[in-house]
């Protein structure tokens, strides 16, 4: 297993090469690390991928606060949004 510093050095390497940015993604990744990989304990890939990509799709895109929304979420921001032009 990596030391967390070789790690992130890792990851931020991987962000750069993809043109995303690093301290985003690397915030992200703790996010993720931090909420579910220390608290669920995945006997496959594909279950670990699964649980995650409902984790990202579900909850950080669409009910999370962001505060580039003015803290509200995605989906919150987008109907205000649509109501307000309408």
Known sequence: MESSPVKV???R?????R???PSLALSFFSTLEHEMLS????????EA???IVERVVDFYNRRRRHSS???MSPIDYETTA???AA
């Open 69 to 71: 929304c003015g803290m």
């Open 39 to 46: 608290r669920h304990h995945f006997t496959t890939r594909k």
């Open 19 to 21: 043109g995303l940015v």
């Open 82 to 84: 649509a109501q307000r």
């Open 49 to 51: 991928r699964q649980v």
């Open 13 to 17: 390497e991987n962000c750069t090469k």
């Open 9 to 11: 050095r890792r990851q």
